[in-house]
C-alpha cells in the first residue's frame, strides 16, 4: 500500500436576497455589499492524490 496526500477545493454556495434595477447591478451589489448571505450547499472539487516518499531515515 501507498501512502497519499489528497487535497480538494470546497465550493461554498450562498445565495442573499438584494434590491436592483436589473440583472447586472443586482450582482454588482452583492459584490460590494453583501446583505445576509445565507450558506446553502457546499461541494468537494478538484481531488488530486500525491504519493507520500517513505525512506529509510
Known amino acids: ?3 497519499y496526500i489528497v487535497t480538494f477545493t470546497e465550493l461554498r454556495h450562498y445565495e442573499m436576497a438584494v ?3 436589473d440583472e447586472k447591478s443586482a450582482i454588482a451589489r452583492a459584490r ?3 446583505e445576509n448571505p ?3 450547499a457546499v461541494e468537494l472539487d478538484r481531488y488530486e492524490a500525491t504519493p507520500v516518499a517513505r525512506g529509510a531515515a
Open 19 to 21: 434590491e436592483a434595477d
Open 32 to 34: 460590494i455589499a453583501p
Open 1 to 3: 500500500m501507498t501512502l
Open 38 to 40: 445565507v450558506w446553502i
